[in-house]
């Protein structure tokens, strides 16, 4: 059964939602919370990260505190709209350290971005000679975050 057919269960969405606040939580932990033996909770997780329901583990780090204290979001249009310049545009912007998140989107613009940035003077190197070097951009809108109300990487 592959991941876009499996509906997991009550147990594994248990699982999920215990590993999403903590991924270092130990299979015996978890297994004692669902009230399941540590084997059968085991298995559970090794066939959700063989699906890919499970993609992987990280650690949040608070960017403020690693000198990454100002987030912009960047929306972007491209001046020519075909799949040879999409698809340059993608690869060339996936390759920025800086670009955090990046998605695709519907309307006046077709890209947005999240980028970290220690602050204004390095937002603007970064723009001016990282990403406005990128071949086929029409048009930018930087959009600076004042203040995170709420971030979570929990789906659950």
């Given amino acids: 059964?592959?991941?876009?057919?499996?509906?997991?269960?009550?147990?594994?969405?248990?699982?999920?939602?215990?590993?999403?606040?903590?991924?270092?939580?130990?299979?015996r932990d978890i297994s004692a919370r669902i009230s399941l033996s540590p084997t059968p909770t085991h298995e559970r997780i090794k066939r959700m990260e063989k699906?890919?329901?499970?993609?992987e583990y990280t650690a949040v780090v608070d960017r403020k505190k690693v000198n990454k204290g100002m987030?912009?979001?960047?929306?972007?249009?491209?001046?020519?709209?075909?799949?040879?310049?999409?698809?340059?545009?993608?690869?060339?912007?996936?390759?920025?350290?800086?670009?955090?998140?990046f998605y695709n989107i519907s309307g006046d613009f077709d890209f947005m971005l999240k980028i970290l940035a220690p602050n204004m003077d390095e937002f603007h190197e970064f723009f001016v000679n990282k990403l406005s070097e990128i071949e086929g951009i029409g048009?930018?809108?930087?959009?600076?975050?004042?203040?995170?109300?709420?971030?979570?990487?929990?789906?659950?």
Avoid: W
């Fill in 71 to 101: 987030m912009v979001i960047c929306m972007i249009a491209l001046n020519v709209h075909n799949k040879k310049t999409a698809g340059k545009f993608i690869e060339e912007v996936g390759k920025l350290k800086e670009v955090v998140e």
């Fill in 139 to 156: 048009q930018t809108k930087s959009i600076f975050v004042m203040n995170s109300i709420k971030e979570s990487a929990q789906i659950l």
């Fill in 1 to 27: 059964m592959t991941a876009e057919h499996y509906t997991p269960d009550e147990k594994d969405l248990s699982i999920l939602r215990l590993l999403q606040k903590d991924a270092k939580m130990s299979v």
């Fill in 51 to 55: 699906q890919g329901i499970i993609k």
